[in-house]
């Protein structure tokens, strides 16, 4: 009976676990709910300490993010983020043969914004995904001086040069500013993204009509040649930086023309100080280009007669090479004094001060000492038992997680919807993580299960509260039964929790790296931690679990 019992127990156990991990959005199943027809089968809960502190945010590898920021941000707590970012840029195809004649028409720069589309009778319309804000910006586009080198000359002969998020090097040089901002190509004092298709054609003047030829989807696009309502550049400049060098080597071979064309560079300023947009940008996509459209002379004889005519050309410069975002956050003062007060020897702060970007984050740690002493092996112990070192389980773990809630009277209302957790002493995800493969299919965005999105809850007295769930299971049953370390972990805001990858700090400290999910949003939050005057809303660990002796 017993064995039978225990058969049922664990695919009871099974079933729980699948139900959870295959929830989509908020629907989740509740712990202890629904289970019928099992005897002696009881789902008993408790909490563990924890300790939760701050943690600024320093400068960080930005160069080769999966997208690029550009814009200025203001968090009417945090202050305000301005992000630049500028990039290298090549041919698609070397040793140019521009023709006889050459007449420059046109020079567009065209970068793809990211964006989610929804077709509805035969009409597709899009909807901007990353902008963060809503106000337009100064907008600038300069020609590039500074040689973004592949390779360290300091270190390792195959070591790639790295750049920071503080427009400065390994070797501690600074990217001179004077250098990225050669020559200006492009200013828009008021400048804010358009959802609209880019309509593509040409002008038929015999019938004085547009001919659509084709569509491109929501876009930066901008003309930087004789533009009548922005600056443009010099007469000339652009015939003479490529044209007029049809020859040279420096046309040639990718070595000689990053040398020569060293790319551009897009700053963005606040009109006011208090307002503005940041946007995420695919240099990635085969859309991000600088396209000049150029007529020729062509000559073809017909019947032995020579015949000229004039032919369209372009020539197409991509972003293949580097680039490199360089941040700067302002931080009120008051928030940036709190977060530089934390202590790791202290017993944990009452609010968790969290900010993408330059800006800062959380540790945790799990199993902390409590008032009465008891220890993280005393906790452990409750689960397991050691026997001439081998661990048996005294209690299955049904599910355990963290809860944080948001201080709604302090945080700002553009509040983020995902948090993400990692184990900052190997710079990963948790298990967790890998375990969950819920996906929401209206959008890239994934893992639900494992971390919940931002949710309303009402408490005993009617009151709603915002809070963030991130379920841990997999993470607790190793260190319970795998002897795996209890690692402390790191909570961040994140724009993708599927963008894990690591951008490293540029100084060692308690905390190597963030996730670039967290580096590309400006957002930010504020939540209670554990030594919150509020101890009903101060986050614990939570673990339902069963006694694997009944």
């Known amino acids: 009976m017993s ?3 225990s058969i049922l127990l664990k695919l009871t156990c099974l079933l729980s676990v699948f139900i959870i991990s295959f929830s989509c959005d908020n629907e989740f199943s509740e712990i202890g709910t629904g289970i019928v027809g099992v005897p002696d089968f009881e789902i008993q809960n408790t909490n563990y300490p924890i300790k939760t502190y701050n943690k600024k945010i320093t400068p960080f590898e930005s160069n080769k993010l999966e997208n690029d920021l550009l814009g200025y941000y203001y968090d009417p707590v945090f202050g305000g983020s301005n992000v630049n970012f500028v990039g ?6 070397y040793a140019p043969n521009f023709g006889d004649n050459t007449v420059l028409d046109s020079v567009i720069l065209t970068i793809p914004f990211s964006s989610n589309s929804t077709t509805t009778d035969e009409i597709t319309t899009y909807e901007l995904d990353s902008v963060y804000g809503s106000s337009p910006i100064k907008l600038s586009v300069f020609k590039n001086d500074f040689l973004l080198r592949n390779f360290d000359p300091g270190a390792g002969i195959d070591d790639a040069q790295k750049y920071y998020s503080n427009g400065s090097l390994d070797s501690g040089q600074l990217i001179e500013p004077s250098l990225l901002e050669s020559q200006l190509l492009y200013y828009d004092g008021n400048y804010f993204p358009s959802s609209e298709t880019i309509e593509i054609g040409v002008y038929n003047e015999e019938t004085e009509d547009f001919e659509l030829t084709s569509t491109l989807n929501p876009s930066l696009r901008l003309h930087l040649y004789n533009n009548p309502l922005n600056l443009s550049p010099p007469e000339g400049f652009w015939e003479d930086m490529f044209f007029e060098r049809e020859d040279d080597d420096v046309l040639q071979t990718e070595n000689n023309f990053y040398n020569y064309f060293r790319g551009l560079y897009f700053k963005a300023e606040s009109i006011t100080g208090t307002e503005g947009h940041m946007m995420q940008l695919d240099l990635n996509s085969g859309g991000a280009n600088l396209m000049f459209y150029y007529t020729y002379d062509q000559t073809i004889t017909v019947d032995g007669v020579d015949e000229t005519s004039s032919v369209q050309g372009n020539y197409e410069l991509t972003f293949s090479g580097n680039r490199v975002n360089i941040f700067e956050n302002n931080f009120t003062p008051s928030i940036l004094q709190n977060i530089n007060d934390t202590s790791t020897d202290s017993e944990g702060d009452d609010l968790l001060y969290l900010k993408g970007g330059e800006g800062s984050m959380a540790v945790i740690e799990l199993f902390t000492e409590d008032e009465i002493g008891s220890t993280q092996e005393d906790y452990l112990n409750e689960f397991r038992d050691l026997t001439d070192g081998q661990v048996s389980a005294k209690r299955l773990v049904n599910e ?13 209302s553009d509040t983020p919807n995902r948090l993400f957790i990692y184990d900052i002493d190997n710079n990963i995800p948790l298990a967790d993580y890998f375990f969950d493969q819920t996906v929401n299919a209206s959008s890239a965005d994934s893992k639900y299960a494992h971390l919940v999105p931002l949710a309303t809850e009402t408490n005993s007295e009617g009151v709603e509260q915002k809070k963030y769930k991130i379920r841990l299971t997999e993470h607790i049953n190793n260190i319970i039964l795998n002897d795996s370390t209890n690692v402390k972990l790191g909570l961040v805001v994140s724009s993708n929790v599927g963008a894990v990858r690591s951008r490293n700090f540029q100084d060692d400290n308690e905390v190597e790296s963030i996730p670039s999910g967290t580096v590309l949003s400006p957002k930010s939050v504020i939540l209670h931690g554990n030594t919150s005057l509020n101890s009903e ?7 339902y679990y069963t006694d694997s002796t009944n």
């Open 537 to 543: 809303i101060s986050p614990k660990l939570n673990i």
């Open 88 to 93: 290298q840029m090549r041919p698609t195809n």
């Open 3 to 5: 064995h039978t019992k």
């Open 400 to 412: 355990a997680f963290l809860e944080f809630y948001v201080e709604e009277t302090l945080s700002n």
